[in-house]
């Protein structure tokens, strides 16, 4: 059996991911959704009128939740054609105001997505799987009063851009996801503690034309998607000026 299997599938960029796959990968018989919140799984995959989805309602930070998907493959052994790592969270605000929120950016960013790909891979059919990482514009440069979660984003980039390399010779693709603000509910958890800074909200993007970019972009192989002119432009920057020098502007 052919499945994708995606985490933070409750809402946000998750969410629209397991939409738009069930709509665009016809090969694909199954997804399996992940999340901590049962009843935002069920309405999604009530919604899924034409592909059959498999709910996981766990904590990826908890080994419990983890064992249970692993049990999952190891039992089924399914094809894996498409690993998407949604599930994350940011938090604004200076290190020392976020206290136990900067372990758990750590823990759900990195520690949990990097666990998904171990249990995964040897599930993926050598010529024909992808992986998409959710990392974010914020792993182009050191963000003050962002700084753990775009510390957690390099990290995404930096492992994707390794991952991609590696794994080319059994013709699986990694690809990183780079948006700018998107319109979801990761702000109404990032601001817990401060404000988004005013040029976040004007440049927010729409899910859906995030995701639909990193399919197309995951399609023809790229290793980093980056969604429209002024992320793309951001990024250029951080490139050709020191990094030193740009977030002088940001803090």
């Excluded at 995964?120 to 963000?143: C, K």
């Excluded at 979660?149 to 851009?161: E, P």
């Amino acid at each position: 059996m052919k499945i994708a299997i995606v985490t933070g599938a409750s809402s946000g960029l998750g969410r629209e991911f397991v939409r738009q796959i069930s709509k665009k990968y016809r090969t694909i018989e199954e997804i399996w959704i992940i999340a901590r919140r049962r009843e935002r799984l069920e309405e999604l995959s009530n919604e899924l009128s034409d592909i059959s989805t498999r709910i996981f309602a766990v904590d990826l930070t908890d080994d419990k939740g983890v064992k249970e998907i692993e049990a999952a493959l190891d039992k089924d052994k399914p094809s894996v054609r498409l690993l998407v790592n949604a599930s994350g969270y940011g938090m604004i605000g200076r290190f020392e105001e976020l206290a136990e929120d900067n372990i758990g950016m750590l823990d759900i960013n990195c520690v949990s997505l990097t666990r998904m790909i171990n249990i995964v891979l040897p599930y993926m059919t050598n010529g024909s799987g992808n992986i998409i990482n959710i990392a974010s514009s914020a792993a182009f440069l050191p963000q003050p009063s962002f700084a753990v979660y775009a510390a957690t984003k390099s990290y995404v980039l930096s492992l994707s851009r390794a991952l991609n390399q590696e794994l080319k010779p059994r013709g699986i693709s990694v690809t990183a996801v780079c948006p700018g603000p998107v319109s979801t509910e990761f702000f109404d958890i990032a601001e817990k503690y401060n404000d988004v800074k005013l040029y976040k909200k004007v440049f927010r993007a729409k899910p859906e034309k995030v995701v639909e970019a990193a399919l197309k972009d995951t399609f023809h192989g790229k290793t980093v998607s980056v969604y429209g002119f002024t992320m793309k432009a951001l990024r250029v920057l951080c490139k050709l000026m020191p990094n030193d020098f740009i977030i002088r502007f940001i803090k």
